[in-house]
């Protein structure tokens, strides 16, 4: 494994209400130093989790919301923080609660994903929920998001879909969509 670089100084350059911006002074075990900045989360970082919640043994949940980055209505999966002493489990139960007005009888952690590590320190815990059963929970959302599906032999035309970016949700479909196929629970 290499060395990692030696960080020589950092400080929180910039900083909003949910964001601060950290410089990194780094000098690599060849010598050569470098400045490099990151966006990190406030707070105490306790996480967060995204849901791939099975309808039946083809189709995802997929909900609608207000994105402020792309300032469009976009689709993917919920997902949401994981709360100060929360498990990902229960987490992940939650928030298929509030935003898609699902439970989830079994849960299983997948896998971790970061969205640009290059850049960004967060990182994003994915779970699979499945036997689902109705029960709303009141969310923060601004507005009730809508619910819709996807067919996980269809992921391919969920990549050109105009309303639908986000690259974490994609790999998390098709890590779910593999790991079904290779139980033998999904035949693509």
């Keep these: 494994m290499r060395q990692k670089p030696t960080v020589l100084a950092r400080e929180i350059v910039a900083s909003s209400r949910l964001f601060r911006v950290e410089e990194l002074q780094l ?75 699902f439970g989830a009888h079994e849960l299983e ?12 320190s967060q990182k994003i815990q994915v779970v699979l929920a499945r036997d689902l059963y109705e029960e709303r929970l009141p969310g923060d959302e601004p507005e ?14 969920l ?4 309303q639908f970016s986000e690259g974490r949700a994609l790999a998390a479909l098709y890590l779910v969509r593999d790991l079904l196929s290779q139980r033998g629970e999904f035949v693509q």
Excluded: W
Excluded at 109 to 120: A, F
Excluded at 144 to 157: A, K, T, Y
Excluded at 159 to 162: K, R, S
């Design 27 to 101: 000098r690599f075990s060849n010598g050569v130093e470098r400045t490099y900045e990151r966006l990190v989360g406030k707070g105490a970082g306790y996480g967060a989790v995204m849901v791939v919640a099975m309808l039946d043994a083809e189709h995802a949940v997929l909900v609608e919301e207000y994105c402020g980055g792309t300032d469009d209505y976009q689709l993917s999966l919920p997902k949401g923080l994981i709360e100060p002493g929360e498990d990902v489990l229960v987490a992940a139960n939650r928030e298929l609660k509030e935003e898609a007005g």
């Design 109 to 120: 952690y997948i896998t971790e994903l970061s969205l640009s590590p290059g850049y960004m």
């Design 144 to 157: 009730p998001m809508r619910v819709d599906r996807i067919n996980l032999r269809e992921l391919s035309s």
């Design 159 to 162: 990549a050109q879909h105009a």
